[in-house]
């Protein structure tokens, strides 16, 4: 066993049993969100030309705002990659750097979403509007809700990054939280692809 | 332990690829005059090509002892995530003249 580990050096998250399994039980998680998701992109793809009296997708979104969104978090999922980069070249300085520049990038994609948000009541488009607006708030609240928790727990474990340093322990909810912050660039995609640029067209 | 190259650079070409098609998914969307059933087809298949992209060089799906686990578990979600999509829509909306 110690001759292999020298041969197939393995990253520090992956070096203790407990951290494997955390990361191998945080995959199934994700398929769990996978279909939280589907569900609510299922909603969305039925109901979304029930406007009742209010408006529709097409009048209240605002592309060049969703393109701004989208460049944040594509942004911010590039640069949690560069985090596990960091950890795995041993650096806490380069973790924590990267770390807060994918958080900040995060908060100001929170931030863009709460603006939509009041926008699209001030313009009509509020939850109890329409069937449309119901699903779409819906999945977009969704979203937001899970990258409002990502920024919480990414703070959390800058801090206990700080305290202890790169552990098979703390290196193994590092590489968990970035699959959790790359798999909301991957619902963004679709988002952005289905729901704004779909409903714009 | 170090593993990886000191420079990042497959982060940097998939950080590349993203950017290209999210400006491809805009262009085709609001720069062609091609049919609306055509331009969803090609935009699907830039998410689908995204997504598969930050599973792979981002989220390290495919490296570790458990790499088969997670991707053939991974496959099974997207797949019942295509099921409860396109099921649900085909059954609520066919037969339903509002559309």
Redesign the interface.
């Known amino acids: 066993m110690e001759s292999k580990l020298v041969k197939y050096p393995v990253p520090t998250e992956y070096q203790s049993e407990q951290g494997k399994l955390n990361i191998l039980g945080f995959w199934i998680f994700i398929a769990a969100e996978i279909a939280l998701f589907a569900t609510l992109f299922a909603v969305y793809g039925v109901l979304h030309p029930r406007t009742a009296n209010g408006p529709s997708g097409a009048e209240i979104f605002v592309i060049k705002d969703v393109v701004i969104q989208t460049l944040l978090l594509l942004t911010s999922s590039f640069t949690a990659g560069l985090v596990i980069h960091q950890m795995r070249q041993g650096s806490v300085k380069g973790l924590v750097t990267w770390f807060v520049i994918t958080l900040l990038l995060g908060g100001g994609f929170l931030f863009m979403e709460i603006r939509e948000f009041i926008h699209y009541v001030e313009v009509g488009a509020a939850l109890q509007v329409s069937a449309f607006t119901s699903s779409l708030l819906t999945t977009l609240g969704t979203h937001g809700a899970h990258v409002t928790l990502g920024l919480i727990w990414g703070i959390c474990l800058i801090i206990q990054m700080l305290q202890r340093g790169i552990t098979p322990k703390t290196a193994s909810k590092v590489h968990i939280w970035g699959i959790y912050w790359h798999f909301l660039d991957v619902v963004w995609i679709f988002i952005f692809t289905f729901i704004y640029v779909g409903g714009l067209i | ?4 190259k ?1 420079f ?1 650079y497959s ?2 070409v ?2 590349l690829i ?2 290209a098609l ?1 400006l491809a ?2 262009l085709v ?2 720069k062609t005059a091609l049919p ?1 059933g055509t ?2 087809l090609i ?2 298949a ?2 689908v090509a ?2 598969g992209l ?2 792979v ?5 495919t ?4 790499r088969d ?2 991707v053939v ?2 496959i ?3 797949f ?3 099921v ?2 396109f ?3 085909w059954v ?2 066919a037969g339903h003249p ?2």
């Open positions: 332990m170090n593993t990886e000191s990042p982060h940097i998939g950080y993203s950017l999210t998914t805009l969307a609001f609306k331009i969803m935009l699907a830039f998410a995204q997504a930050q599973l060089m981002f989220m390290h799906m490296e570790g002892e458990d686990s997670k578990h991974t099974y979600a997207i019942m995530a295509a409860i999509v099921g649900s829509i609520l909306t509002i559309y």
